[in-house]
């Protein structure tokens, strides 16, 4: 019997792509945000109050997952930024190699801001890297309070957490300052933001927050393109 | 349920690892799971006997070890496995502490066994 020690990634092919398109962002100046959340906590919806808010100096781009149907990027390709539609056709989460396969024919440098949303699931997502800068959670209001604690992977993965549909707050019984200590415990340091894409609260701080991140983004990007 | 795709990576792996020695033949590999990775345990084992039944590898084991969250104290260095969401320095209280490890989703070792090769 003979022990060969390995000290390898699971997903180590998963992972090299990943790398390689995080290197591929960071010179094109692409900051890549991977949005994430149970099924109907308003990713899509995020992302065209986004696209409707953002101003003319920001060059975005939207790849959305589903297992089926083209109805998201319908929906977002009414903004004029390019949209793909990636459908898994059954698999749970977005891998970097579906990534890689779409970006095909898209210009990264004409692209400052490219947000992946991927298949609702708080689960499998936040196994694979998919490039992207920075994960961002959605947590709506008609979910539990206890979810961080419940799905703490991805809550402790996240930089962000956006808390969706807050004009319902009054109608549920959703205790919000819980569920941001409960994000908190999870991960310590997670910014925390609480939106309403009906009624649009709270958007102009998301903004504010990709704005700041974008900056950040780009002295980054200035040191590795030097 | 992502873990057949974990499975088959682990898999995928042992084959490729085992095919760079002659004559050798995988029994067990050891793969290390974070408990931050959202793998279940069970499920994974479950998608990998189902992978390996009716192959040649039908007799390959996945042995799977399960890592705790750990954290270090910003104070005093202490590094220390955090129980629930309480992340305080076990040693000195100290509340500021850093993430270490729990997030592992890795091929730890393979065991090989010598079989006689019928074409040598």
Same mark, same amino acid.
């Given at each position: 019997?003979?022990?060969?020690?390995?000290?390898?990634?699971?997903?180590?092919?998963?992972?090299?792509?990943?790398?390689?398109?995080?290197?591929? $962002?960071?010179?094109?100046?692409?900051?890549?945000?991977?949005?994430?959340?149970?099924?109907?906590?308003?990713?899509?919806?995020?992302?065209?109050?986004?696209?409707?808010?953002?101003?003319?100096?920001?060059? !975005? !781009?939207?790849?959305?997952?589903?297992?089926?149907?083209?109805?998201?990027?319908?929906?977002?390709?009414? $903004?004029?930024?390019?949209?793909?539609?990636?459908?898994?056709?059954?698999?749970?989460?977005?891998?970097?190699?579906?990534?890689?396969?779409?970006?095909?024919?898209?210009?990264?440098?004409?692209?400052?801001?490219?947000?992946?949303?991927?298949?609702?699931?708080?689960?499998?997502?936040?196994?694979?890297?998919?490039?992207?800068?920075?994960?961002?959670?959605?947590?709506?209001?008609?979910?539990?309070?206890?979810?961080?604690?419940?799905?703490?992977?991805? $809550?402790?993965?996240?930089?962000?957490?956006?808390? /969706?549909?807050?004009?319902?707050?009054?109608?549920?019984? $959703?205790?919000?300052?819980? !569920?941001?200590?409960?994000?908190?415990?999870?991960?310590?340091?997670?910014?925390?933001?609480?939106?309403?894409?009906?009624?649009?609260?709270?958007? /102009?701080?998301?903004?504010?927050?990709?704005?700041?991140?974008?900056?950040?983004?780009?002295?980054?990007?200035?040191?590795?393109?030097? | 349920?992502?873990?057949? #795709?974990? %499975?088959?990576? +682990? &898999?995928? *792996? @042992? =084959?490729?690892? *085992? #095919?760079?020695?002659?004559?050798?033949?995988?029994?067990?590999? @050891?793969?290390? +799971?974070?408990?931050? @990775?959202?793998?279940?345990? #069970? *499920?994974?084992? &479950?998608?990998?006997? %189902? =992978?390996?039944?009716?192959?040649?590898?039908?007799? =390959?084991?996945?042995?799977?070890?399960?890592?705790?969250?750990?954290?270090?104290?910003?104070?005093?260095?202490?590094?220390?496995?955090?129980?629930?969401?309480? &992340?305080?320095?076990?040693?000195? #209280?100290?509340?500021?502490?850093? &993430?270490?490890?729990?997030?592992?989703?890795?091929? %730890?070792?393979?065991?090989?066994?010598?079989?006689?090769?019928?074409?040598?």
């Amino acid at each position: 019997m003979n022990q060969l020690p390995l000290e390898k990634k699971v997903l180590k092919e998963n992972d090299r792509i990943a790398a390689e398109l995080r290197e591929r $962002f960071l010179t094109h100046g692409t900051l890549c945000l991977n949005l994430i959340s149970s099924p109907g906590s308003g990713k899509t919806s995020l992302l065209e109050r986004t696209l409707q808010s953002i101003d003319g100096d920001w060059r !975005a !781009a939207v790849l959305t997952g589903d297992i089926q149907t083209e109805n998201d990027a319908s929906r977002l390709r009414r $903004f004029g930024f390019p949209v793909k539609q990636i459908t898994t056709g059954g698999t749970c989460h977005l891998d970097a190699s579906m990534i890689e396969r779409h970006l095909v024919g898209w210009d990264l440098d004409a692209i400052d801001l490219l947000f992946i949303e991927n298949v609702g699931n708080l689960v499998c997502p936040s196994s694979y890297d998919l490039g992207e800068a920075a994960k961002v959670v959605l947590l709506s209001v008609t979910e539990g309070e206890d979810k961080p604690l419940k799905y703490p992977s991805i $809550f402790f993965k996240s930089e962000l957490a956006v808390i /969706t549909k807050t004009d319902l707050l009054p109608h549920v019984h $959703f205790n919000i300052t819980e !569920a941001e200590e409960n994000a908190r415990r999870v991960h310590p340091g997670i910014d925390i933001l609480r939106v309403s894409n009906t009624r649009g609260d709270g958007i /102009t701080r998301w903004i504010a927050w990709l704005d700041k991140r974008r900056t950040q983004y780009y002295s980054k990007h200035a040191v590795a393109t030097v | 349920m992502h873990e057949l #795709g974990i %499975a088959n990576s +682990i &898999f995928e *792996a @042992t =084959l490729c690892e *085992a #095919g760079l020695h002659r004559c050798m033949r995988p029994t067990q590999v @050891t793969v290390r +799971i974070g408990e931050l @990775t959202a793998v279940d345990p #069970g *499920a994974l084992q &479950f998608c990998f006997n %189902a =992978l390996t039944r009716d192959t040649e590898f039908a007799k =390959l084991k996945l042995k799977i070890e399960v890592c705790p969250r750990k954290h270090r104290c910003s104070a005093c260095g202490t590094e220390f496995i955090v129980n629930g969401y309480d &992340f305080r320095c076990r040693r000195c #209280g100290e509340e500021k502490t850093d &993430f270490v490890s729990g997030d592992q989703l890795e091929l %730890a070792s393979l065991e090989m066994e010598q079989y006689e090769s019928v074409t040598a």
